[in-house]
């Protein structure tokens, strides 16, 4: 269990490792998996993960990894993100209480709004996507013993070796930046595993039961829980892990004002 708070490290000690791993590696990134991608095959290449190989993932790595990702822009550099680092026994015992108390019923305690249920072109996305992962996982709709099995899977984490639990300052809750900004180290975070050869995949599914988080990480109490990822090795025979979600384009997503063309 490793428990990071953002003014843990200087940049010195967040960077000095990954800088002379990467010195073989000049123009690209690369660190302590010796791993070497450009900028473009990070971001373009990058998926979410949910099979995972067992073998271990260094500490030193994923320190590494975090000290890339707290280098995200925060709102007035308030830096308000913390991470609980979990693996092991600590990680096996979140897995079967969170996983014990979906199942007997036990309503979700998650700390963040979840807002409404999505509708319209958000929730045609979250199906398309479902759609996608059910059939490379070949779940038929009618399946409703592996349609179980997969949401399991969501509440032990997709079975990773490590769990990263993304918090911020309870000073903070209210605050619409605050959130803003875990999302940006989160965003940086999965990108900078990806970079090291790591997978990864964003998700609440894991922290539903608050309660049972709190214990076996040791989240103090003026820490909000906002989110999780699962990390870990890939593991390339799971076919799920092949599926690429859609994305929409510019045009629908971006308006140009002021511009010649």
Not at 132 to 160: N, P, T, Y
Request: charged share 20%; hydrophobic share 40%.
């Amino acid at each position: 269990l490793i428990a990071v708070r953002s003014g843990d490290l200087t940049l010195g000690a967040q960077l000095g490792a990954a800088g002379r791993a990467r010195a073989s590696c000049a123009g690209a990134s690369a660190g302590l998996s010796g791993v070497c991608m450009q900028f473009d095959d990070v971001i373009l290449g990058r998926r979410s993960i949910r099979g995972y190989k067992p073998d271990p993932v260094p500490r030193a790595l994923i320190e590494e990894i975090i000290a890339l990702a707290m280098r995200a822009p925060s709102s007035m550099n308030t830096q308000p993100w913390n991470f609980h680092v979990i693996t092991g026994e600590p990680l096996d015992r979140i897995r079967a209480g969170n996983t014990e108390r979906m199942v007997s019923g036990v309503p979700q305690s998650r700390e963040f709004r979840t807002g409404q249920p999505f509708a319209g072109p958000h929730r045609d996305r979250q199906v398309a996507v479902a759609k996608q992962l059910f059939a490379a996982m070949g779940i038929a709709r009618e399946d409703q013993e592996k349609r179980q099995d997969w949401v399991l899977r969501g509440f032990r984490q997709f079975d990773a070796p490590v769990c990263i639990i993304v918090t911020y300052d309870r000073v903070l809750d209210g605050s619409d930046d605050t959130p803003f900004d875990c999302g940006a180290v989160t965003n940086a975070l999965v990108n900078a595993a990806w970079s090291r050869g790591l997978g990864a995949v964003i998700n609440s599914q894991g922290i539903m039961q608050s309660p049972v988080v709190r214990e076996h990480a040791g989240i103090p109490d003026d820490q909000v829980i906002m989110k999780s990822i699962a990390l870990g090795w890939p593991d390339e025979t799971f076919p799920a892990n092949a599926v690429v979600s859609e994305r929409k384009s510019v045009a629908e997503a971006a308006v140009f004002v002021g511009f010649d063309d």
